[in-house]
């Protein structure tokens, strides 16, 4: 079964400071994501990434930047906190171009 | 914008119907379609995909699929209280990498 790791299931952060949210997929993937969550507005597409230190923008980028040193972990970094980034973050991987996603458990962010 | 949409819910079924869920999507050239669940403050897990237009079966579970319509749909047979969730409709846009998802069906099973 393909794992894939959020390392924090729930985070507080105050306003401005500089949040990560690592994920770690066990399956040799090529293909990670970040995507957000929010009632009524569905899965949204921050970041997505096609290969190490390769990364693409995706629906919602501001405020966002990403990582990936290894192919087996993708890093979303918020760069200054802001309370409108308060949400569930998803992180999902995919072997090839059209598999389907597998995600991770998410991690329930509140910026105050 | 590629679009993805699917009726909100919540649809409610008795123990043991027929559960159908259905969504639209607005990229003609997209060949690839997904069915998530997710029960409530947890994330998506996948039920389904499906490449072909025609029927495609697993367990309790069929997706069909109709390009010429642009519409794809997910039946649940014997439908079970624990089948209770939000079903996400997911879109591979052609072309991309970016996996557009509708804002999903809520499903609630009667017992």
């Known amino acids: 079964d393909v794992k894939v790791t959020q390392s924090s299931r729930y985070l507080v952060k105050r306003t401005g400071e500089k949040v990560f949210l690592e994920c770690v997929q066990d399956?040799?993937?090529?293909?990670m994501f970040w995507y957000r969550q929010d009632p009524g507005l569905g899965l949204r597409l921050i970041y997505f990434?096609?290969?190490?230190?390769?990364?693409e923008k995706g629906d919602i980028p501001e405020g966002y930047s990403v990582s990936r040193e290894k192919k087996e972990r993708f890093s979303l970094i918020l760069e200054s906190a802001s309370t409108n980034q308060t949400s569930m973050y998803l992180c999902?991987?995919?072997?090839?171009?059209?598999?389907?996603?597998?995600f991770g458990n998410g991690t329930r962010l509140t910026v105050t | 914008q590629k679009e993805v949409e699917q009726n909100s819910g919540p649809l409610s079924v008795p123990e043991g119907a027929i559960a159908s869920l259905n969504c639209t999507y607005s990229?003609?050239?997209?060949?690839?379609f997904f069915w998530y669940r997710q029960y409530s403050g947890k994330s998506p897990e996948l039920i389904m995909f499906?490449?072909?237009?025609g029927d495609k079966e697993d367990g309790r579970f069929t997706a069909q699929l109709n390009k010429a319509s642009q519409y794809v749909s997910l039946l649940i047979r014997d439908s079970q209280p624990s089948d209770s969730a939000t079903y996400l409709c997911?879109?591979?846009?052609?072309?991309?990498?970016?996996?557009?998802f509708g804002t999903g069906t809520r499903l609630k099973v009667l017992a």
């Open positions: 499906i490449y072909s237009n």
């Open positions: 990434s096609y290969d190490v230190k390769m990364k």
């Open positions: 999902a991987s995919s072997w090839k171009d059209n598999s389907p996603l597998h």
């Open positions: 399956m040799d993937h090529e293909n």
């Open positions: 990229d003609r050239g997209s060949q690839s």
């Open positions: 997911a879109v591979l846009v052609s072309g991309t990498y970016k996996y557009i």
